[in-house]
């Protein structure tokens, strides 16, 4: 299959070399093991360097896994268990709803979808997993957000130039998404009506950890015929959230 992005490909086997030697490399051996040009292969390295994925041992002149490599294994390792715990919260949510279900974290100023649960009948949503839309435009991501502190959202959203609209539609600057977050922190939980996809509604909640920081949100999605249904489908993504914060109390 024709690689639309070689560099990117040969940046992850030189990852994939380094990872498999349990001692640091030098930059011939991962030239040799690539079959590629020694120039290349600095320029790689240099690269991955820069960004903390390799780290350069200059003394011995050897490469090893830098530390953006091991937060990214670590990453991994507390999104698998979360999944795990989170799908069968999500199977039931989506049973007893009838309409389509996602489970999504926060990654910066993002939403990241982990989950996606479709109801029979329902329509295919923007929300798949792996898709990364702003939080301060989805329920997902406001029912996240509405759980950090203060200090860290302004952080992450400190100007007007921060934020984003699809449709001319949800918060468009500090002053808006405090005063949505506000909302959702009285409610327990945080609804958009059209603000990602026209005709849709989304009704999310968040579940925390010990210290009452979000872990990740469970959200329903459904026509706006359905409006008259909210207070009952809002019970239900609380429900699911105190579910998951329980079981990772415990």
Do not use: C
Not at 75 to 86: S, T
Not at 106 to 118: A, F, M, P, T
Not at 155 to 176: D, V
């Amino acid at each position: 299959m024709e690689r639309r992005a070689p560099a990117a490909a040969q940046a992850l086997d030189v990852l994939r070399v380094i990872s498999g030697s349990v001692e640091p490399v030098s930059a011939s051996h991962i030239a040799r093991e690539l079959g590629l040009a020694r120039s290349t292969t600095y320029y790689l390295l240099d690269v991955l360097v820069e960004h903390g994925y390799v780290r350069h041992h200059a003394e011995r002149r050897r490469y090893g896994l830098g530390i953006a490599a091991h937060e990214l294994g670590s990453a991994y390792q507390r999104q698998a268990p979360l999944r795990r715990m989170a799908q069968p919260i999500i199977n039931r949510l989506v049973d007893e709803a009838g309409h389509n279900g996602h489970f999504a974290i926060l990654h910066g100023s993002d939403v990241v979808y982990l989950i996606e649960e479709r109801a029979p009948g329902r329509p295919v949503l923007i929300s798949e997993v792996g898709v990364r839309l702003p939080a301060h435009l989805t329920a997902s991501g406001l029912a996240l957000l509405a759980r950090l502190p203060v200090p860290q959202v302004r952080a992450l959203f400190p100007s007007k130039e921060a934020f984003f609209t699809r449709r001319g539609l949800g918060p468009q600057s500090p002053t808006e998404l405090r005063r949505a977050l506000t909302t959702v922190r009285r409610d327990g939980y945080a609804f958009e009506q059209g603000w990602i996809m026209p005709d849709l509604a989304s009704v999310s909640a968040a579940a925390v950890d010990d210290n009452g920081l979000p872990l990740g949100s469970f959200t329903l999605t459904f026509a706006e015929e359905h409006l008259d249904t909210l207070p009952a489908l809002a019970a239900l993504v609380v429900q699911a959230a105190e579910r998951l914060s329980e079981r990772v109390r415990h």
